[in-house]
């Protein structure tokens, strides 16, 4: 498996993996035919796998329903339809009127913001507001809503509500280009996207994978993808388990995580006992990785993180 160029996803997900990809893909094996992407949040690792067939799950049904909506657009069509929301709404469009078009509104370190405050709103109530939130129109709102949301974040609060404020920035070059090359790149590869508890999965899910990434949330951190959902030590185990079978059927599996917080003096200790049971049989791969930025990313440095990468196989040369 070779990724010659790593893509960003056009959803800018918590804990995504974009700044340690090209160390991932020294350990991800190569000439795989078929492979899963578990956990595949906003979809940064399935995008830049190369292998015939990718399938990339996740629990969360907005997200997989979002990727699966933009997967099937034209990317002409559909930012045609994203312009008219933005003036439906009153949004900026940095894009077509240039950033100093808006100047007057821009404080401090506030960007875009205060010109997009009750749009957003407005739009976020609308969003909300709809019964059914896998129509075109619904995933539309919520692509749009994540372009003008606080770091382009997507999350939703118990009660299924989208509950991110409005950030900074807009549907700008930059959204655009990932979203251009998002939909490209699932022209031109086979991904498919199933959203499906991973604690659901039977085997005939993981018919002729060849290998598996899975990248769980961690135990002992605390990013939160989803208010209804948590991860703890059951959820954990039955991860662990489960690449326990797989690995037993000759599917190479590849598992990111952390293994302590040094300074806190935090350690998973269910993910080391696992190692030291397997001792031999899987291998504990060091990954440097320096989160950039954010609240939940600058705990990470506090507590001085370790990813790891486990494997169920020795590095290719
Ligand atoms: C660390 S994030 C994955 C980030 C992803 N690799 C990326 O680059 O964007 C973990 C993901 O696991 C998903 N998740 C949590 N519990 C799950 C479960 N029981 N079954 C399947 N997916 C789950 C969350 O929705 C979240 O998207």
Redesign the pocket.
């Known amino acids: 498996m070779c990724l010659t160029q790593a893509y960003k996803?056009p959803i800018n997900?918590?804990?995504?993996?974009?700044r340690i990809l090209p160390q991932l893909e020294k350990y991800f094996p190569k000439n795989i035919n078929k492979c899963m992407?578990?956990?595949?949040?906003?979809?940064?690792?399935a995008i830049n796998l190369v292998a015939n067939e990718i399938i990339a799950?996740?629990?969360?049904p907005r997200?997989i329903n979002l990727l699966k909506f933009l997967k099937k657009q034209d990317y002409c069509e559909l930012i045609n339809k994203i312009d008219k929301t933005i003036e439906m709404y009153g949004l900026s469009n940095s894009y077509k009127n240039g950033y100093s078009y808006y100047k007057e509104y821009v404080e401090g370190n506030n960007g875009l913001k205060k010109y997009n405050l009750d749009g957003f709103s407005k739009l976020k109530r609308d969003y909300n507001n709809l019964e059914d939130k896998n129509t075109n129109e619904a995933n539309l709102y919520l692509y749009v809503l994540m372009a003008y949301s606080f770091n382009n974040d997507i999350r939703f609060n118990s009660k299924g509500e989208f509950n991110i404020p409005a950030g900074k920035t807009d549907m700008n070059k930059n959204n655009r280009e990932k979203l251009k090359r998002y939909i490209d790149i699932c022209n031109c590869k086979k991904i498919d996207f199933v959203c499906?508890?991973?604690?659901e999965m039977n085997i005939e899910d993981f018919n002729d994978i060849e290998f598996l990434y899975a990248?769980?949330?961690?135990l002992i951190t605390d990013?939160v993808?989803?208010e209804n959902?948590g991860?703890g030590e059951q959820?954990e185990t039955s991860l662990l388990n489960m690449l326990d079978k797989l690995s037993d059927r000759g599917i190479k599996f590849a598992l990111s995580n952390v293994l302590q917080k040094k300074k806190l003096n935090i350690k998973n200790e269910i993910l080391y006992d696992w190692i030291e049971k397997n001792n031999g049989k899987y291998f504990v791969n060091n990954i440097n990785y320096h989160y950039r930025s954010s609240s939940y990313n600058k705990k990470n440095r506090d507590g001085l993180e370790e990813e790891i990468l486990i494997t169920n196989y020795k590095m290719e040369e």
Do not use: H
């Open positions: 996803s997900y918590t804990g995504n993996k974009y992407d578990l956990f595949t949040g906003g979809s940064t690792v799950v996740d629990n969360n997200v499906k508890d991973f604690r990248d769980p949330p961690y990013a993808y989803n959902d991860w959820e």
